[in-house]
């Protein structure tokens, strides 16, 4: 089993940034792909960004977010982030870590989620 835990999120203005963090432990923990969802309210949880389980793995995007966002992990620590600049009021969500044990499996069907953390962005 994998736990995760986000933080990081909070309110700011349209044009802003944010980092969010999430931190993963459970057993071989660092040997999962890591991702991060996002949800508004009456809204569908929507893909964000992914991460591979090795040094250097790929990422993958939403179109909605590429040239703003960047996913990265520090495998050390076993954190995943979430670089988030030039905020647009759509970016206002739940967003949520989330781990599987493949790459593919991670933008789809996630085996595990975490709480979530709200991000706000005003106009």
């Known amino acids: 089993q994998v736990q995760l835990v986000e933080s990081g999120g909070g309110l700011v203005q349209a044009g802003g940034s944010l980092r969010l963090s999430c931190a993963a432990s459970g057993r071989a923990s660092f040997n999962y792909a890591m991702g991060w969802f996002r949800q508004a309210p009456g809204k569908e949880r929507e893909f964000v960004a992914a991460k591979g389980t090795w040094s250097g793995g790929a990422t993958t995007y939403a179109d909605s977010v590429k040239g703003r966002f960047t996913i990265s992990r520090d495998n050390a620590k076993n954190t995943v982030f979430l670089q988030m600049n030039s905020l647009k009021p759509e970016d206002t969500a739940v967003y949520y870590c989330?781990?599987?044990?493949?790459?593919?499996?991670?933008?789809?069907?996630?085996?595990?989620w975490g709480q979530g953390t709200q991000v706000t962005v005003s106009s």
């Open positions: 989330a781990a599987a044990t493949s790459t593919v499996g991670v933008t789809t069907t996630p085996q595990y």
